[in-house]
């Protein structure tokens, strides 16, 4: 889920890097090099998850797990998705510069903010768990496609039956991003549980 | 699954006359990046119609290879492909109308601003494929350091992409398996919980080698720092001159395009 480059108004662009820099820098100090590592190759694996499609119908939909990564990865996953983005711009010609920082808003905030409120609830022994990894997935995919609709309506009138569609069509992703990371996040409780800890992420330090 | 992730500098061909794959990397992005925020800027769709010939015009001089350039062009049109079929129809107060389908009007402003976003659009991906794309993602990654991005930022950028295809190839294998034992994909449950599970074990491999991969760089003495190797053109240093000459002449050209076109935009 990104905007492309010439879409959106400066008002908007300005205030999309007005609200993503600042967290990029907060989170990159707090990011210990010792972490660097494993944030890359980790961000590497969900790049590689996000560009499974699932098909449904005669389409397909693309994942975007961002809340799953903002459960794994904590904070880091400002700097994670920025250099996601960075790349999708460099490989693919998806977004740009000027759109970096509207982007970034859109895909880390929700990440960040669904997963640290969640994080908790998937320690082992907690009966709830599956609840609230439903609602990671499912509310981070939520909370991007609101702010995507919000981005593209606050550019103009002319955007804002677009942006409820573009939102309308984000709908099937969210329950599948729900449902799956229920099945992933109960995986990584039996298999791997100190990756959810948040162990290795910068917001225990 | 995508398992290639490089850009096409490799296969960039050089002109007799004007090597962008030769310049510095760090200025071609500076370039790119101040002609796609110009680009952004403007309102009009005389001054995108300049825009998207002066990104044409980068990308005939890059020599990347016409079909994977296309093809990327598509992918990026691709994209905008919903605001063709949103604006248009959509309702603007007081619009003139172009035409009727049925039920929908198709009003003349949905119409340019739909082919302004394209304009746009295309310029920014026209010129950002010919600067940025002509240099390999690690020679993008060290220019982001020498143009000051923080050197977190910068590794992290690195190691994600030098990653990133060992990755999809591992999912690949992963999924290569489960289809031999009957996975079919879809939206089912069951396929669901097929998907969960192959993302899962990706997660748990990648963790396992990070570990491995930390363990060895402090076997090797890490401190800390990733010493980011600066780039260094081999060739003679006459021609490493005209490269930076023409280097600086491109960042100017594009830098004056840009700006021209917000000043045209403007006094329309």
Redesign the interface.
């Given at each position: 889920m990104h905007i492309?480059?010439?879409?959106?108004s400066?008002p908007v662009?300005a205030g999309g890097a007005v609200l993503s820099l600042p967290a990029?820098?907060w989170s990159?100090k707090r990011?210990?090099?010792?972490h660097?590592?494993?944030?890359?190759?980790?961000?590497?694996?969900?790049?590689?998850?996000s560009?499974?499609?699932?098909?449904?119908g005669p389409g397909s939909v693309h994942?975007i797990?961002n809340g799953l990564l903002g459960a794994?990865l904590g904070t880091a996953a400002f700097?994670?998705i920025?250099?996601?983005l960075?790349?999708q711009?460099?490989?693919?010609?998806?977004g740009?510069?000027?759109?970096l920082g509207v982007n970034v808003c859109i895909m880390a905030w929700p990440a960040v903010i669904c997963g640290g409120l969640c994080r908790p609830f998937f320690r082992p022994g907690r009966a709830s768990w599956a609840l609230a990894a439903f609602i990671c997935g499912a509310g981070a995919v939520l909370l991007s496609a609101l702010l995507c609709a919000l981005a593209l309506t606050l550019s103009?009138?002319?955007?804002?039956?677009?942006a409820r569609?573009?939102f309308l069509a984000h709908l099937p992703v969210m329950l599948?991003e729900g449902?799956?990371?229920?099945?992933?996040i109960?995986?990584?409780r039996r298999?791997?549980p100190e990756?959810l800890s948040g162990a290795h992420s910068a917001d225990k330090l | 699954m995508r398992t290639n992730f490089e850009t096409s500098a490799d296969s960039t061909r050089s002109l007799p006359f004007f090597s962008l794959r030769a310049m510095r990397p760090e200025r071609k992005l500076a370039a790119g990046a101040i002609f796609s925020l110009c680009a952004a800027v403007l309102s009009r769709p005389d001054p995108a119609i300049g825009a998207c010939f002066f990104g044409v015009l980068l990308l005939c001089c890059s020599g990347l290879p016409l079909r994977k350039t296309a093809s990327r062009l598509l992918s990026v049109n691709a994209f905008l492909l919903p605001f063709w079929l949103l604006l248009p129809p959509s309702p603007v107060p007081g619009g003139e109308t172009l035409f009727s389908l049925g039920p929908l009007d198709f009003h003349r402003a949905g119409f340019e601003t739909a082919l302004l976003i394209c304009l746009k659009a295309n310029a920014a991906a026209c010129a950002l494929t010919a600067l940025a794309g002509t240099s390999t993602v690690a020679e993008n990654g060290r220019a982001l350091h020498e143009l000051h991005v923080p050197d977190k930022m910068t590794a992290l950028l690195l190691i994600t992409h030098a990653n990133l295809g060992l990755m999809a190839r591992e999912y690949g294998r992963l999924f290569q398996a489960a289809r031999l034992r009957g996975f079919v994909p879809g939206a089912s449950p069951a396929a669901c919980r097929v998907y969960a599970r192959l993302i899962g074990l990706l997660l748990v491999r990648s963790w396992h080698k990070s570990r491995r991969v930390e363990q060895a760089m402090l076997l090797r003495g890490f401190r800390g720092r990733f010493p980011l190797i600066p780039s260094r053109c081999s060739c003679p240093p006459e021609i490493r001159r005209r490269n930076r000459r023409a280097a600086s002449l491109l960042f100017l050209s594009c830098c004056f395009a840009g700006i021209t076109l917000v000043v045209w935009d403007v006094m329309i």
């Open positions: 492309s480059e010439g879409v959106l400066v662009l990029l820098g990159l990011l210990p090099w010792d660097i590592m494993s944030t890359g190759i980790l961000s590497a694996a969900f790049f590689a998850a560009l499974i499609h699932i098909p449904i994942l797990l794994v700097p994670a920025a250099a996601a960075f790349l711009s460099l490989l693919f010609s998806f740009g510069p000027t759109t103009g009138d002319t955007f804002s039956s677009a569609i573009i599948i449902f799956l990371s229920v099945g992933i109960g995986y990584l298999s791997l990756l | -």
